[in-house]
C-alpha cells in the first residue's frame, strides 16, 4: 500500500501528519509513505529529518478576499495539481490523506482527479478553506475537536508522536530538569510561542523574568526559531533557559511544572495529552480557532486564558506566579488537562486509512 500525505507549513499540520505515518508503519512495516510539501514551509526540515521521502510542490496561497491576487490563483493552481498529479503516478498512490495548508488544496483535486480515496483530517474547531474543499470531495472526514465547523466528521483527536502520548511527566521531571541546566526541586515554567514563536509573550516572559526569579521560579523558554531577543536575563539563578528552537518538545513538558504558550490546536492537544496545565495566549487574529481550542480546556479546567492585548509582566506575576508556588491547584488542573486529551488518534486514523483502501 502507498499513500500520500499532504500537510505543510506549521508544525500544526506536519507533526499530525507524521504522527500519522509512524503508526501506518507500525501497523504495517510494508507501507510506503510519501509527503507532498512546499518549499516555503517547516516540512523541508521536519519530515526529511524523521526518514520520509518528501516532494515539493509549488505553493497556492488562497487570498480570503476578492482581491486582484485571485486573477493568478487558476493558473499557478493548475500547476500545482499536475505536479501533485505527477508524484501520485510515481509512487502508484492508494490514498491520499491531507491536513490542511497550502499544498492540501491542489492535492486533493489531483487525488480527485486521479479517482483515488481521499481522507481528511480538520484539527481545529473552524476548518480553513483547503480542507473545507476537501471534505467537500470525499465521506472521510476526521477532526481533532468536538462540534468542529466541518459537515459529516468524525472526532478522533489529533495524531500525536509517541513521545508525547507515552509520556510520564512524573518519573521524568527531574532527569528532564537536569537535561536542561534547571534545578530539580523549583518550580519550572515552560514559555513557548509553538513552531514560530510569538514576540507578545517572549516580551511579556522577559520582562517578568527578574520578578520569576525573586521569587525562586526557574524558566526554560523557547523563543521561536523566527524571533530573536533584544535583551536576555543576566546569568543567574534560578535559571532562565533561553533555546531559539527544540524538537524534543516531550522534554520540556516533563520539565514544566506549568506552560505559558499559544492556543493552538496542536498546542492544545499535546499539553492535554501529556497533562500540563498552561496559561493560554490565543493568537489575536485569524478566525479564532486558536480561543476556542484554549476555550475549551480552560472551561474544563486545565488552564488559565488570556488575550493577547492584556498579556503583560504584571499579568504573568499575578496569576501565573501565584499558581506556581500552589502544587496542589497545579496538580488539579493537571489531572483536569489529562481528562480532556486524546493519545490513540494517530492508530485510530491510520486504522481508518487501511479500511477504507480495502
Sequence with gaps: MRVVLAGGGTAGHIEPALALADAL???????????????????????????YELDLVPAVPLPRALTPQLLTVPGRLAGAVNAVAAVLDRVRADVLVGFGGYVATPAYLAAKRRGLPIVVHEANPRPGLANRLGAKLTDHVFTGFPDAAIPRAEFIGTPLRR???????????????????LQTDRPTLLVFGG???????????LAAAPALRAAGVQVLHVVGA???????????????????????????????DVALCRGGALTCAELTAVGLPAAYVPLPHGNGEQRMNAERVTAGGGGMLVDDA???????????????????????MS??????????????????????VR
Design 226 to 256: 523566527k524571533n530573536t531577543v533584544e535583551h536576555e536575563p543576566p546569568p543567574g539563578d534560578p535559571q532562565y533557559v533561553l533555546l531559539s528552537y527544540l524538537d524534543r518538545m516531550d522534554v520540556a513538558y516533563a520539565a514544566a
Design 335 to 356: 489531572e483536569a488537562a489529562s481528562a480532556l486529551g486524546t493519545k490513540d488518534a494517530d492508530i485510530t486514523l491510520a486504522r481508518k486509512v487501511l479500511e477504507i
Design 195 to 205: 513552531s514560530q514563536g510569538a514576540r507578545s509573550i517572549n516580551e511579556a516572559a
Design 25 to 51: 508503519r507500525r501497523l504495517d512495516a510494508g507501507v510506503g509513505v510519501t509527503f507532498v510539501g512546499t518549499e516555503r514551509g517547516l516540512e523541508t526540515r521536519l519530515v526529511p529529518a524523521r526518514g
Design 163 to 181: 513521545e508525547i502520548v507515552e509520556l510520564d511527566r512524573l518519573s521524568m521531571g527531574d532527569k528532564a530538569r537536569s537535561w536542561f541546566g
Design 310 to 332: 492584556e498579556l503583560s509582566s504584571d499579568w504573568i506575576i499575578d496569576h501565573v506566579l501565584p499558581l506556581l508556588h500552589d502544587p496542589e491547584r497545579v496538580a488539579v
